[in-house]
């Protein structure tokens, strides 16, 4: 149980446009997802949390017009990167949890390389 | 802030060996939850065990245990009988509230 899927796994635009990431929660309702990026060999870092039917709350420093994130059911949430530029590039990670607060665990899916042009 | 630290960058071991992670953090919370998680080659985010902060007892799953000190803030992480797949980037980290914080993470080769 408690499997996260995303997609894609990969994705290469040029830069200016607008890339959409998608994560599920295949098994499980997940009233709370997070989004984290990953720089090669370091960890990770989080950029926003987002529960079901609301706005995201993002991470300080984390351009909430840049990283669009919507959480519209209990079973998906998408990052959109918009506008993006070769500093983009990057691992994108997410996670998905029952949203019980600090008792609950997070679990992660395969990650997105995004590659910007 | 929430800090999470661990000291070793690298290390090895011998397989069928036994080796020991480190991780200290740093929390105002009275009620949290740490966990070590493992990053292999894939990328893949692996949850490897989780310890309650309120339970004195150390968690263990199969070959993995953890050395929960509360008062020192440690949390170290036991990996015995050491195998070729528990090659890996290991993460510690602690809850806020919902949020992670992780620490930076320990590249543990293992060696036939």
């Known amino acids: 149980g408690a499997v996260v899927s995303q997609h894609p796994s990969r994705v290469i635009c040029k830069s200016g446009t607008s890339v959409k990431i998608e994560c599920r929660s295949l098994?499980?309702?997940?009233?709370?997802m997070f989004w984290y990026r990953q720089f090669p060999k370091k960890s990770l870092m989080l950029m926003a949390t987002?529960?079901?039917?609301?706005?995201?709350?993002?991470e300080q420093g984390v351009e909430k017009d840049k990283f669009l994130i919507n959480h519209a059911s209990l079973t998906l949430s998408t990052l959109t990167v918009t506008s993006a530029h070769p500093e983009d590039s990057s691992f994108y990670i997410c996670?998905?949890?029952?949203?019980?607060?600090?008792?609950?665990?997070?679990?992660f899916g395969p990650g997105t390389r995004l590659t910007v042009l | 802030a929430q800090t999470v630290t661990q000291s070793q960058p690298e290390m090895s071991v011998q397989e069928a060996e036994t080796v020991t992670l480190s991780c200290t953090y740093d929390t105002s919370e009275s009620d949290y939850y740490l966990f070590w998680y493992k990053q292999p080659p894939s990328r893949q985010m692996i949850l490897v065990i989780r310890q309650e902060a309120y339970k004195q007892q150390n968690a263990t799953e199969n070959r993995f245990s953890v050395n929960f000190q509360k008062a020192a803030k440690s949390f170290s992480l036991k990996i015995s009988d050491s195998q070729l797949g528990d090659a890996a980037m290991y993460f510690c980290?602690?809850?806020?509230?919902?949020?992670?914080?992780f620490g930076e993470g320990t590249q543990l080769t293992v060696n036939p």
């Open positions: 980290a602690s809850t806020s509230g919902s949020r992670l914080t």
């Open positions: 987002s529960n079901e039917g609301s706005k995201a709350t993002y």
């Open positions: 996670s998905a949890s029952l949203g019980l607060g600090s008792t609950d665990t997070q679990y």
């Open positions: 098994d499980f309702q997940a009233t709370t």
